[in-house]
């Protein structure tokens, strides 16, 4: 009985320790944000196949992130930068890209980097123009001539 009421005290002496000060650890997480979207212009749609096309704006990306080390613009070809008729696949032009004002490429169907931003000050969106270049093909067969590229945003 004895030691029971020893433990007892102890127990509750200290419980009733009080501290002079406590910490409360207080956080937040920000996520992460890679985000791009398009506006194409009419002139996407109304390429001259047969007298070509000299570094024609044909679309506006608007790319957003808060990713303190920044972000790289991939971009890839359904058809590795080739118009082609839709009719006849054999039937086509080649063309280039101009991303943000760097120098012209020509893509493929895998990724390639058209942009890099290596740090950010913390939320910022970014416009960029796309530009295309197509080559004439004064031959040219009647038809629609069609590619898609595809960018995308990645971390650094």
Known sequence: MKSLLLTAAVLLASIS????????P???V???IYDLQIAVKPEAANLNIVGGENALSVATVSEQSNALNGYKIMARSSNGS?????????KKTTYTINYDGAGPITLSTSDAQVK????????????????VTVAPYGTAPAGTYTDTVTFTILAN
């Not at 320790?17 to 409360?24: E, G, R, Y």
């Not at 080739?82 to 006849?88: A, G, I, P, Q, V």
């Not at 890099?116 to 530009?131: E, H, I, Q, R």
């Open 17 to 24: 320790q009080a501290a002079t000060s406590v910490d409360l």
């Open 30 to 32: 920000v996520t992460a």
């Open 26 to 28: 207080l956080s937040g």
């Open 116 to 131: 890099s931003v290596s740090s950010l000050p913390g939320l910022t969106t970014v416009a960029s123009d796309v530009k």
């Open 82 to 90: 080739e118009l082609r008729n839709t009719t006849d696949s054999t």
